[in-house]
């Protein structure tokens, strides 16, 4: 069944005069990426160019999808709106706040019990306001979004920086923090800077061991965490088009991991293969009509470098399958040249574990990859040698892949199904052979390996690669295994070689699923009641903030982050995911994995107030109490990862004022301009090392706070000597409005008052 089709043969009726008028317009062929963006602005038809990575632009997205843990606070804010219905469609998914332990079964039924209260308030916020809710079990929001939502040519935004996924449908599909979400969901425009364009032009075709994981394994590689910060990656060539609809949503999915605003691809047959195989016949029928608007003009694919900000080239077909990591998704390495370098680095050679899903590798085409290698450990007589795990992407995946008998063969491994949800690759891992921090080494198949991510142990290294990578060296039990070259001993001491893994598009007796888990909100929701108990430790009402105001004098320094601080730095997931929808109790882990510049340890700052050493949330919250407020310092690409809002509303709640970093991630940056905060970047990095531990600092000019003019900071230091910092900021008029009324939610309160 297509969901929202109308809404569908409505986006797909003003394409191709929007995009007409913005070729005439900006006077040159467009990408792919322009004609959506330029098709979904907030005024309809195009007016002007824009100019990238310069411009603010108003946009209108069709759509917006939101997974339960950033979805509490999401809804709490929408809640202050003032709306009786959203806006747009919408959609609620239960995929993160289910533990990986036991197996899919038992981790369920503990997750409905531990976590009722917040699916409950989930369905109920749902009901009310007219969203569709997926319900625990149901699966992970991307894979769900792919088979259910997304559509060649569309917009959508998502509360998960991985939203991305959808470009593997051809979407501009992009991860927000929930105040943007909510600004869409009132039914107002949302902002983006026009982004850049990144082109990747894809030749050859995969063979052997080598998968789509393995291009942005290597795009990873090439652009660095940061390299696509502000960028649209879009894929493109011969090799794309021989690239399966999931192996695209796999390589736009972990966009994300290079810091990509969002990557997409140009409509195909795989695209309509995929479509009609999830039961979307009229939508592929509809975008047949337009589909030379749902790709890029011949013109620019035929001439890249004219038309790109920058141009990659990549050979699909000479391409070896990578291992990314650990500790950072693009450290990229061939797999046979890894065990050299695992050697001269100290990481652990043996393999404890190896997980397969996430909503980056859990489809069907991923599954019958992994099984076919996981098939012949069985026929050949290879015992794994590592603990498997297995996460479905969803309950259609899972069902249907249990009825084809793929499933089974992971079980005659001895592997542990896991429940249709993100588990392991957000920390929600109730991980039994390891304990404390003990020096170990782990594959998956997801996008992300911060340390911590997955079990908390700062000392896992983990790394990334295809599920029939991860399979492979799993049952090797060894990181350095090649299974290109290498071969194994199985129970007989015969020498065995896995063969190489073969995979299926799309499963051939189609896909099938009694209980998709999907709810579907009433009508009129005016009569639903949404209740929060005041004494509840996981869900609280929002109080709104108060404007900081522009004098900012006698403000301290909480931290100075050192090298990379991530948003699991800043707010991390794990066991802290049962706070989401408690603004004061999750504020008790704001900072926690920073590490401190002055003695290189997490958690431990100092008290200007007192003289003594403590927990970065204790420390702020005695600044809070005595009126003051004060400032974190961080490095480059400070906010990195996840689009959790809570590293932005937790230093609100808790009193800080401003972050001062040499540069920003996109999301981050966004969230903390949407709660009312300062997010600033040094006029000269090299100020950062001006900064000393016991500084008092004072806003010289903060009242002339306008658009593209620099402020200037006065950092007192405990000797008497003073530094004058010049910062940097991107804000327009409309988020210094933000700022000046405390938080964008407060503006739409107020707008919709005197609506």
């Known amino acids: 069944m297509a969901f929202d089709i109308d809404m569908i043969k409505e986006v797909y009726k003003n394409i191709p005069s929007r995009v007409d008028k913005a070729r005439e317009i900006v006077g040159k062929p467009l990408t792919l990426a322009e004609k959506i963006l330029y098709s979904h602005l907030w005024d309809g038809e195009p007016t002007q160019a824009f100019k990238r990575g310069k411009d603010y632009v108003d946009f209108a997205p069709d759509r917006i999808a939101c997974q339960d843990a950033t979805a509490q606070m999401a809804l709490l804010q929408f809640m202050q709106a003032g709306k009786p219905k959203v806006a747009v469609p919408t959609t609620v998914h239960c995929d993160h706040l289910i533990q990986a332990k036991q197996g899919a079964a038992a981790d369920l039924k503990r997750a409905n019990e531990t976590s009722n209260e917040v699916f409950e308030f989930l369905a109920s916020v749902s009901n009310k ?4 809710f997926w319900k625990p079990g149901a699966g992970i929001i991307h894979q769900v979004v792919l088979e259910n939502y997304a559509f060649p040519g569309g917009m959508m935004i998502g509360t998960d920086s991985h939203t991305v996924n959808a470009g593997g449908l051809g979407m501009v599909a992009i991860g927000v923090g929930g105040a943007d979400a909510v600004d869409v969901m009132a039914g107002m425009a949302w902002e983006l800077k026009f982004p850049k364009l990144i082109g990747v032009k894809l030749t050859g075709k995969l063979n052997g061991w080598t998968s789509a994981k393995d291009v942005i394994l290597k795009v990873a590689g090439i652009l660095t965490v940061k390299g696509g910060t502000g960028a649209i990656v879009e894929y493109f060539g011969p090799g794309a088009k021989n690239l399966s609809c999931t192996g695209k949503g796999t390589i736009c999915n972990m966009g994300a991991e290079i810091g990509a605003t969002t990557s997409t691809f140009g409509y195909d047959e795989s695209m309509e293969r995929y479509l009609r195989a999830t039961d979307r016949s009229e939508v592929a029928d509809e975008a047949n009509k337009i589909k030379e608007y749902l790709t890029a003009d011949e013109e620019v694919y035929a ?17 070896k399958p990578h291992l990314n990591g650990p500790f950072t998704p693009d450290l990229a390495t061939p797999v046979g040249e890894i065990g050299e370098k695992a050697k001269a680095n100290d990481w652990p050679i043996k393999v404890d574990w190896g997980l397969i899903g996430s909503c980056t590798n859990s489809s069907y085409e991923d599954l019958t990859r992994a099984a076919s290698i996981a098939k012949q450990a069985v026929d050949k007589k290879i015992k794994a040698k590592s603990d498997f795990g297995i996460n479905p992407g969803s309950e259609q995946i899972r069902y249907t892949a249990e009825r084809d008998g793929l499933l089974q063969i992971f079980e005659d491994l001895d592997a542990t199904i896991f429940t249709n949800a993100c588990g392991p690759c957000i920390g929600q891992w109730d991980r039994s052979d390891l304990k404390g921090d003990e020096k170990n080494t782990i594959v998956h198949s997801f996008n992300r390996n911060f340390s911590k991510r997955a079990d908390g142990n700062p000392n896992t290294h983990a790394f990334v690669a295809s599920p029939e990578m991860v399979a492979a060296i799993a049952i090797s039990g060894r990181l350095d295994f090649d299974p290109v070259n290498d071969t194994l001993i199985n129970e007989d001491g015969v020498e065995v070689k896995l063969d190489e893994p073969r995979g299926i598009e799309l499963p051939p007796k189609g896909f099938e699923v009694e209980d ?19 004494d509840s430790e996981r869900l609280e009402l929002l109080t709104p903030f108060e404007p900081i105001g522009n004098t900012i004098k ?22 802290w995911l049962r706070y989401r929808g408690h603004l004061d109790n999750i504020s008790n882990n704001m900072l926690i994995g920073a590490v401190n510049a002055f003695n290189k340890k997490t958690n431990f700052v100092k008290n200007q107030l007192s003289g003594e050493y403590d927990g970065v949330p204790n420390v702020q919250r005695a600044y809070k109490k005595n009126g003051i407020y004060s400032v974190v310092v961080g490095d480059h690409n400070y906010g990195e990862g996840s689009s959790r809002e809570h590293a932005a509303m937790e230093p609100r709640h808790l009193g800080v004022a401003a972050v001062i970093v040499k540069s920003f991630a996109r999301i981050h940056e966004t969230n903390l301009k949407k709660q009312g905060m300062l997010a600033l970047t040094f006029a000269n990095e090299n100020d950062y090392d001006l900064i000393q531990e016991d500084d008092t600092i004072n806003f010289l000019d903060l009242d002339q706070f306008a658009p593209d003019k620099p402020i200037n900071i006065e950092f007192v230091h405990a000797d008497g000597s003073k530094d004058v910092i010049k910062v940097n900021h991107t804000y327009n008029n409309a988020q210094i409005a933000w700022f000046n009324a405390g938080s964008a939610l407060n503006l739409i309160k107020e707008q919709n008052k005197q609506g």
Not at 129 to 132: A, M, V, W
Request: net charge negative; proline share 6%.
């Open 129 to 132: 306001y007219g969203i569709g």
């Open 303 to 319: 001439n890249p470098e004219q038309y790109f900000d920058e141009l990659i080239e990549i050979d699909l077909s000479t391409l």
């Open 554 to 575: 006698g403000a301290k320094l909480l931290i100075k982050a050192f090298g990379k601080c991530t948003t699991d730095h800043i707010s991390m997931a794990g066991p």
């Open 516 to 534: 998709a888990g999907y709810v579907e909100p009433v009508e009129d929701g005016s009569g639903v009641v949404v209740s929060v108990s005041p």
